[in-house]
């Protein structure tokens, strides 16, 4: 086997020993950014790279090298053409290409009775043309539009899975979650209702939400499976950031994200995927449920803390994230390495644990990544078992 | 696996339904090439609201 092989084979083992919360080598670091990061690192534009995938290509690799870590993510980037071009509210770029995501309502409250009989069809008819005005035109240019960006869609896929592959090949970092999904609650506030949609809805038709949320879930299941690249397997892992619980009290919690957003992750478990929840705000009074999860569930928490967090979950998930890159803006390097040092000790005790960044780091601007770096040799000199 | 039912997704078995005339073995070769299709159409409706 070549050193290159080896160094791959080397950190995807350090990271399935983690998911499967056993002891690797040392603790494994895992890149938790957009491709944005890398191409500010590189000190090119955001804008012409996200017209030019090339230089996500160029950029991504040296960033993960220079960044000494074990795993990445697959390459996610919205790009203004696909996005412009189909007439989007939903994403719209900023200045310098950075894609926005605005306060949207693509569905009604009166519609929630046709999204619960057949919500795809609902999702074609209602909210995809108010999100999207190319698909909102008379005739069959509506639905030309739809092909079209269907088409534009799959070949910008494609090239994000070619980037993959050349981060694998040229820099040996294994690409550790494939597709992403949302829990059913979240893609109902996210981009149909709104965040204020349904803070009101809960309150005002209750059952109807419930009801929603039931009906989405079987398209979530299906786009988890189908979305996968080939046979489920552990690694990759199937992705999923968790958006409304820290705004939900503990009763709207159990009544309207708990029910769907468990099956969903019990129902993909069961079926021999790995999923990573990305547990953004603070979850720190539903821990208790999220130890309630099957196996094979990888967790990246924004907060919180870790000794709490490793107590209450850590012997059926894998942990990870917490550090905070606001340190990397204010703090010196020493007090940088310290709060890594505590991270260690209060999660890696008996394996389980990958460490990586609290938020995903999503621009290089302000940040001083050389800060990261030193972070990051601490935990490979020190994380050793 | 899960089955959606939808006017959009079971496109084709809507369709069967009001042409008895079609023969088992039609059903077969047309359906094949529709699930594939269903699942790039699923795929992307929802990457657009996610």
């Known amino acids: ?252 919690f159990e009544r309207f994200y708990w029910p769907t957003f468990e099956r969903l992750v019990n129902g993909l478990t069961g079926l021999g995927y790995t999923i990573t929840l990305f547990i953004e705000g603070n979850w720190s009074k539903l821990y208790d449920y999220l130890g309630c999860l099957n196996p094979n569930v990888v967790g990246i928490f924004e907060y919180g803390d870790m000794k709490v967090i490793k107590e209450k979950v850590g012997k059926t998930m894998c942990i990870m994230g917490n550090y905070p890159i606001e340190a990397l803006k204010s703090d010196s390097t020493e007090q940088c390495i310290d709060i890594a040092k505590k991270m260690i000790d209060d999660a890696a005790p008996g394996g389980g644990y990958i460490f990586t960044t609290g938020k995903s780091i999503l621009r290089g601007k302000g940040l001083d990544l050389e800060k990261l770096q030193a972070v990051h040799q601490y935990v490979i000199d020190h994380g050793k078992y | 696996m899960e089955t959606i039912k939808s006017e959009y997704l079971d496109y084709f078995e809507t369709y069967a339904a009001r042409h008895p005339e079609l023969t088992e073995e039609d059903v077969a070769i047309m359906a094949d090439p529709w699930d594939v299709n269903e699942d790039v159409l699923l795929g992307y409706v929802l990457s657009l609201l996610i």
């Open chain 1, 1 to 252: 086997m070549s050193d290159a092989k080896q160094l791959l084979a080397e950190r995807l083992t350090r990271i399935e020993k983690a998911v499967n919360l056993e002891k690797p080598d040392r603790i494994p670091i895992f890149a938790l950014n957009g491709p944005e990061v890398a191409i500010d690192y590189c000190g090119r534009s955001l804008k012409s790279a996200t017209w030019n995938l090339e230089l996500v290509r160029e950029c991504l690799p040296v960033y993960y090298k220079d960044m000494k870590v074990d795993a990445a993510a697959a390459t996610f980037l919205r790009c203004p053409g696909m996005y412009t071009t189909i007439g989007s509210q939903n994403f719209i770029p900023n200045k310098d290409g950075f894609m926005q995501h605005p306060e949207v309502c693509g569905m009604l409250s009166t519609e929630y009775e046709e999204l619960i009989k057949d919500p795809f069809k609902t999702l074609v008819e209602k909210v995809l043309p108010r999100q999207y005005k190319a698909f909102d035109q008379p005739g069959a240019l509506g639905g030309l539009n739809l092909a079209k960006g269907a088409l534009s869609y799959l070949r910008h896929t494609k090239i994000l899975r070619e980037i993959d592959q050349y981060c694998i090949d040229s820099v040996e970092i294994p690409i550790i979650f494939d597709n992403m999904i949302e829990a059913p609650f979240d893609f109902l506030a996210d981009q149909l209702r709104s965040f204020k949609g349904i803070s009101v809805d809960m309150h005002r038709c209750p059952e109807l939400v419930e009801q929603a949320c039931e009906a989405l879930l079987p398209l979530m299941l299906r786009w988890g499976v189908t979305g996968y690249s080939g046979a489920p397997k552990k690694i990759p892992a199937i992705f999923m950031p968790l958006h409304m619980p820290p705004f939900l009290n503990p009763k709207q």
